[in-house]
């Protein structure tokens, strides 16, 4: 696995020098005698030679562990121990391996291995975190049963698996599923349990608990809900159901991540698990229920089948954000979450698909494994997932599943094995299909079409830019989903799925009087960019006619995408046929409320720096924010007339309930607010603050009223209502650099660091600000390089604490060659200054390194 890099370079790990261990763990035991400061870790490891491998060392992963002793067989060994592991002499039969490691859980502010968090103990070992535990051999093909006991004075110690013994000052853990070391999790503290239960559908029963600190048992109603219906609906849609005793989720305040798949023990920052209206919003409610299910169906798509290496990371990620995605369509609505995916992933992965960190779905080569938790990896990878769904159909693809899990239970696979699963199931040849795989970047996708005797033909070809280190790109299967319309709005072709193979081609329809209106990439049947000369006409009529919900969307998108490039290049006024197809849009009762709020959402203002970029114009980040402020403010004022019916029109009455209908009509609400906000003087807003009964709507008018820049009272009593909620605090940091003039965004970012409150060894909070910061385009893009160096400021602070949040937030510089030149200077300074800081973490040193090339 290792590359023979000079001592000052970092290692580079490459997909293929993959080879497997020279031994197999068949048993693990560990003892953890508890202490913030020195925690004992006691190992007691059978191994025996893997006979599949002729050329074993005994190498054990191992950093920042203070070993104490250790044994083979029950004799003393003198292991050569380094920073990253140890090696040692062994023999060539089964052997007992026992060592005693001290750490300290409290020093520990990288949040892996072992750490604490508000006095609890808790773990996070994804990916690499287990050696900062104990010596092992820390990869995920190699799986063992593990059993643990944990000695200590905590009223609650959980790891993995079924309960064992308990008393005074000890638990016991059997976990009888082999597992990977990444999947073991350790929790120990002052915690009361949410509990309910759980009967699988073959009359198991399980017990089910949601673990919280004191004080927040009064959130975890929803999550129970949402885990329930999660294991009902991996029963009934992939057969799949639980198999433990006991399903623990525990929610933690520090944490890099959203949650953890630990088996039977998953562990969930505090933010993705924990909800109440009156703290949370309808967005964080949405994401609860999703990440919620993502974590439980990973028990399938990831612990009982898991990754080889960690190259194959989107095995279980892809296909585990696939598989929420469908859940959350099924829970609400299927056309809202496709529609919110999609502006998701060209708000993450495409901005990261298109620049320097550009990297297969399946890498090949990585410094640091943290550092490909990324959108490619996880959304494009479920991306991927759909469209071989699509290509065979979804009976096929069931089918496949059940293969896969039939044949690999127990396993720890490769891309290859899941490709397989397909061919051998389905008869197809997959070898083209693996490009989505292998190869780097959006494809672009163009159409030109002709129209003759009754036919109509759509020629599409598509080319993907050079990334990194891949300059050829071979032509990928793309499914094309289309649908043909009469100028009437009639279909004429409904929803068909064309095959695209070749870098062109060309699809006709046959027997038509009249020149039909293609509605192309329904349901964004694949993660390309399509271009296409098409008229704001054409556009207006989609919008109005279409009847797939995200093509119709889309429509409305880039009409609004075209009327602000216009906007800003030529200093257009804001396009009258856009303005009032929104107008009539916003107004139809008939349509879902929550569509009609997506449709009134406008293109972020990142998105048209990236629409300008890609036709050659260098974004001008002020500009583009005005643009944006103009059109605003003249759709507010076209529709001036109807803004207080409509307003009124979608209040929901009553008491809160999260569900899909409520929160669509409380986004449409939200939507009509800020737009009345910019008539009204904030008469409106001022008044949904006093009143709120929950948090979607007191949020939504702190908000729309920061924005007008008349919210400094309401600021103030909301941080006085919620300054001991840390979650709803995370919030109001939040919202005020979001909504700040580009101006001034840097300096409340700024004092926002400097607030009592702030704290940046807490990943929630520094993210609240800085993230918040990165987000606000031309308030982050400021001339003056004032955003750029605030950021690099933190980071640099951050590093030595936290690399992997540190590292993570780098990408906020990913797009940097967008702009012009002074502002790639000051750019090119901050990342140059970061990577000269003194003891830089392998984390951030790769990511600025990667940024800079
Ligand atoms: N596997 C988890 C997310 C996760 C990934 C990495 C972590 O540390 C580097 C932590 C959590 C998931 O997909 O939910
Ligand atoms: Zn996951």
Redesign the pocket.
Known sequence: MKDAAPSTQPETFYLKDYTPFGYVVERVELVFRLSPEATRVLSKIRFAPNPDVSDREFFLHGEKLKLISAQIDGAEVAPNVTDTGLSCEVPDTPFTWEAEVEINPKANTAL?GLYMSNGMYCT?C??E?FRKITYYPDRPDVMSTFNVRIEGDEKVMLSNGNPGESGEGFAEWHDPWPKPAYLFALVAGDLLNHPDRFTTRSGKDVELNIWVRPGDEGKCAFGMEALKKSMTWDEEVYGREYDLDVFNIVAVDDF??????NKGLNIFNSSCVLASPETSTDANFERIEA?IA??YF?NWT?NRITCRDWFQLCLK?GL?VYRDAQFTADMRSAPVKRIEDVIELRARQFPEDNGPLAHPVRPEAFQEI?NF?TATV?EKGAEVIGMLKRLVGDEAYYKALDLYFNRHDGQACTIEDWIKVFEDSTGRDLAQFKNWYSQAGTPRLSVDESFEDGTYTLTFRQKTPPTPGQDHKDPKVIPIAVGLLTPTGDEVLPTTVLEMTEAEQSFSFEGFKTRPIPSILRDFSAPVILTRDSSAKERAFLLAHDTDPFTRWEAGRELAKASRIAMVIDGASPDSNYLEALQSLVRDDHLDPAFRALVLAPPTESEIAQALADQGVTPDPDAIHDAAETFAQTLAQSLSDSLPRLFAATLVDGAYVPDAKGAGLRALNGRILGLLTRIDGGEAATKQFETANNMTVQNSALACLLKAEKGDAQSQAFFEQWQDDRLVMDKWFGLQVATARPERAPAIAQSLTEHPLFTIKNPNRFRAVMGALAMNHAGFHQADGSGYRLLADQLIALDPLNP?TTARMCSAFQTWKRYDAGRQDKIRAELKRIKATEGLSRDTNEMVSRILD
């Open positions: 892996e996070q994804e990916a975190g890099n991540m959203g949650a953890m798949e990440i993502h974590e990973h990831g990620e585990t943290n938790y996880y992997q």
